[in-house]
């Protein structure tokens, strides 16, 4: 085995300018590889952390049946508690709890639906951007008159109600002991978070102003938490325990559109990545072709003196697994090497930068992954690899008296 892999080794030098040439193919096959995942990966990772740091969370702890039917009736009982064990998780950077409720706002004479949410600012703050949206005022803060609550709006709301900093709004709701909800409030801030659809409906207040206003003790509807990175709530989902009948559900449960999109996506991708994968093992299998043709003759005279077929099919595979290792360690060093660097400073997508949610985006972070690192290169060394049996089993069945009358 040594012998004949040396000899695969060997036999790479004899047409040095093809060799060199197969080479460049398959680490450019493998370089694109890299690199494109990387972009894709990339792209994601923003996409994800975009769609689940607005507002959503990573995560959420919430009652079973809240996600379908949200109910004023269905809440988590001892926030404070889900916070702590999913904070004592290595991986979440922070928790928060909300109040959920639909109602009506007014000023003066002018009244519009909306959806009033009750937060703990400064937990808020660490678990999703949506306080470095607000354009006017703060994020929750002092009043002008003592005695009232603050509440903070969405822009497109504030429009409807014709209200400013300053201004008074009443909300009027239904509690969950089945009383109505009714409090007049002071807008001390204004949101613009760039999604016209929660700008248009959204107001904030306390967590403890709404526990008070919907008689709910110290209950909320939501546990919302900020993970380390969107791709370890899997594993965090399995070793946080919460009792039922609440539920631990990871963004992908919480925003199926999303992990579809970019599954579909992926998929998409995955084509592009096979075209690559298959021409580059193309290149491969002409290469020891063109090798088996011009070695006709010498293959001959090694059948004539009864060199066995395994020792002939052994060292052209050889010759091949030489080529993919090579090719494709180089592509892969050098996609690896680029991806890190670009990973640092991004790649500029637009000259203004996107905002969406209170984080802007203008580059795209190209991420090496194992996909694109290891398991798609190893597939492209298989791939290479299988592509030289081909060769070497025509080798092996040549007639050597046939294969000796070639010049």
Not at 44 to 67: C, I, K
Not at 176 to 184: F, H, R, V
């Amino acid at each position: 085995m040594w012998n004949t892999m040396l000899m695969g080794l060997r036999n790479l030098s004899r047409q040095l300018g093809r060799t060199i040439l197969t080479l460049c193919a398959l680490g450019t096959g493998a370089f694109l590889l890299v690199f494109v995942v990387a972009m894709n990966e990339g792209t994601y990772a923003d996409m994800t952390e975009m769609a689940t740091s607005t507002w959503n969370g990573q995560m959420q702890v919430l009652h079973a049946d809240y996600h379908d039917s949200p109910s004023m009736f269905e809440a988590v009982e001892k926030p404070d508690d889900i916070m702590a064990k999913l904070e004592a998780d290595p991986e979440v950077l922070a928790a928060t709890a909300r109040i959920e409720a639909a109602g009506l706002f007014s000023v003066e004479n002018r009244t519009t639906g909306g959806a009033l949410t009750g937060v703990i600012p400064e937990r808020e703050k660490k678990v999703s951007t949506l306080a470095n949206t607000v354009k006017e005022g703060t994020f929750l803060g002092k009043t002008k008159d003592p005695e009232a609550w603050p509440i903070v709006i969405g822009d497109g709301l504030a429009r409807r109600l014709e209200v400013g900093i300053g201004g008074e709004v009443v909300y009027m709701g239904q509690a969950a002991d089945g009383s109505t909800a009714a409090e007049l409030f002071e807008v001390v801030g204004l949101i613009d978070s760039g999604i016209d659809e929660m700008d248009a409906s959204m107001a904030l207040i306390r967590l403890e102003h709404a526990q008070e206003l919907f008689v709910l003790g110290t209950r909320a509807h939501r546990v919302v938490a900020r993970t380390e990175s969107a791709y370890t709530v899997d594993r965090i989902k399995k070793r946080v325990d919460i009792p039922a009948p609440l539920v631990l559900s990871t963004w992908e449960e919480l925003m199926p559109e999303v992990a579809t999109g970019i599954e579909e996506d992926r998929k998409g991708g995955g084509i592009i990545v096979f075209v690559i994968m298959l021409m580059v093992m193309l290149g491969t299998v002409n290469t020891l072709m063109m090798s088996v043709f011009e070695r006709t003759k010498e293959f001959g005279v090694m059948k004539a003196l009864g060199t066995p077929r395994w020792q002939i099919i052994s060292m052209i595979v050889w010759e091949g697994v030489w080529l993919a290792v090579l090719g494709v360690g180089l592509g892969v060093a050098l996609g690896a090497v680029l991806t890190l660097y670009l990973n640092g400073i991004g790649i500029q997508i637009s000259d203004q930068p996107f905002e969406f949610g209170g984080m802007s985006i203008s580059t795209i972070h190209p991420a090496n992954t194992i996909l694109g690192t290891v398991i798609y290169p190893s597939i492209l060394i298989i791939a290479s690899i299988l592509g030289a049996i081909w060769p070497a089993w025509r080798a092996s069945n040549l007639d050597p008296v046939a294969a000796l009358r070639e010049l």
